[in-house]
């Protein structure tokens, strides 16, 4: 995910002129939705409000903003994209730009602190080479990633994202009973034994939004085996994601199943949040 408190913090820090440009309004059709935003510097943006000669012509103001003590510290800009600047879009954007301030930066940070909570966990086993690929696959995207293995030396120095947090344990499980309802679960450790351990704990749950086992089909079965065998419910098999990936296309290189698996959360998520925001009579009737 885009971090603008921490780019934000480091420009404040050197001296480096900055605006803060956010999508305050947003009618019709429109390339962002309201609270989208980008923070402008002197060389190079961060964050974007839709692209386009929506985000040019607003950068250029924001640098002027900036740089300018002569200009105020706050602007409002009305944009009617179709007959002002010739988008097909057709909406009417209102953006708030602010010159970057100690002020600007509390705010942003609390801002991305309350995001963050609101966040769907992802609790994603091993750092093997799909477990790398996937990590680095879901850094930019709306996820708090937990990235569990009991092997340290396998994280890289660095997490691939500041949503990213390498946990390095020997019980797996616990961290499983702590999830909160509606996590994403993705299985891959170095283990069949411990994949099968891992899944077995998130079935029995039954609240995930997601459980993803890497393997094949023959792999499928042999957990389903072993887990009616233990006394597990038949009937939450098919929840079951095995091969992750696999729904939109097959392939076996890890970026490729990273990218394929990053897909299936974020639909699994659009989906539930959508069935969430639904009144229960709705979500009845469909099911009927």
Same mark, same amino acid.
């Given at each position: +995910?885009?971090?603008?408190?921490?780019?934000?913090? #480091? +420009? @404040?820090?050197?001296?480096?002129?900055?605006?803060?440009?956010?999508?305050?309004?947003?009618? #019709?059709?429109?390339?962002?939705?309201? #609270?989208?935003?980008?923070?402008?510097?002197?060389?190079?943006?961060?964050?974007?409000?839709?692209?386009?000669?929506?985000?040019?012509?607003?950068?250029?103001?924001?640098?002027?903003?900036?740089?300018?003590?002569?200009?105020?510290?706050?602007?409002?800009?009305?944009?009617?994209?179709?007959? /002002?600047?010739?988008?097909?879009?057709?909406?009417?954007?209102?953006?708030?730009?602010?010159? =970057?301030?100690?002020?600007?930066?509390?705010?942003?940070?609390?801002?991305?602190?309350?995001?963050?909570?609101?966040?769907?966990?992802?609790?994603?086993?091993?750092?093997?080479?799909?477990?790398? /690929?996937?990590?680095?696959?879901?850094?930019?995207?709306?996820?708090?990633?937990?990235?569990?293995?009991?092997?340290?030396?396998?994280?890289?120095?660095?997490?691939?994202?500041?949503?990213?947090?390498?946990?390095?344990?020997?019980?797996?499980?616990? @961290?499983?009973?702590?999830?909160?309802?509606?996590? %994403?679960?993705?299985?891959?450790?170095?283990?069949?034994?411990?994949?099968?351990?891992?899944?077995?704990?998130?079935?029995?749950?039954?609240?995930?939004?997601?459980? #993803?086992?890497?393997?094949?089909?023959?792999?499928?079965?042999?957990?389903?085996?072993?887990?009616?065998?233990?006394?597990?419910?038949?009937?939450?098999? !098919?929840?079951?994601? %095995?091969?992750?990936? !696999? =729904?939109?296309?097959?392939?076996?290189?890890?970026?490729?199943?990273?990218?394929?698996?990053?897909?299936? @959360?974020?639909?699994?998520? /659009?989906?539930?949040?959508?069935?969430?925001?639904?009144?229960?009579?709705?979500?009845?009737?469909?099911?009927?």
């Amino acid at each position: +995910m885009t971090d603008l408190a921490s780019v934000l913090k #480091g +420009m @404040l820090q050197r001296g480096e002129p900055a605006a803060l440009v956010t999508v305050a309004e947003a009618r #019709g059709s429109t390339p962002r939705e309201p #609270g989208a935003r980008m923070l402008v510097g002197a060389d190079a943006t961060v964050g974007t409000i839709g692209g386009g000669r929506l985000e040019w012509d607003a950068i250029s103001r924001a640098r002027m903003l900036a740089s300018d003590p002569a200009q105020p510290t706050e602007a409002t800009i009305e944009v009617p994209l179709g007959p /002002a600047i010739g988008q097909c879009c057709g909406g009417h954007v209102t953006l708030r730009l602010e010159r =970057a301030d100690p002020a600007v930066l509390t705010r942003i940070e609390a801002e991305e602190q309350a995001a963050s909570s609101r966040l769907t966990r992802v609790l994603l086993f091993g750092a093997g080479h799909v477990g790398k /690929a996937i990590a680095t696959a879901l850094a930019p995207l709306p996820f708090d990633i937990q990235w569990i293995d009991e092997r340290p030396e396998e994280f890289p120095t660095r997490p691939p994202g500041d949503n990213v947090h390498p946990i390095v344990t020997s019980a797996p499980l616990d @961290l499983i009973a702590e999830a909160p309802t509606g996590s %994403c679960y993705l299985i891959l450790t170095h283990l069949h034994a411990l994949d099968f351990q891992i899944a077995e704990a998130v079935l029995r749950r039954a609240d995930f939004a997601y459980a #993803g086992l890497i393997g094949s089909a023959t792999k499928r079965r042999r957990f389903e085996r072993t887990f009616t065998a233990h006394g597990g419910d038949p009937q939450i098999l !098919s929840r079951l994601t %095995c091969p992750i990936g !696999s =729904a939109l296309h097959r392939d076996k290189r890890p970026t490729v199943i990273a990218a394929l698996v990053a897909a299936e @959360l974020l639909i699994t998520v /659009a989906i539930a949040s959508k069935e969430a925001e639904e009144p229960a009579d709705a979500r009845l009737e469909v099911k009927l």
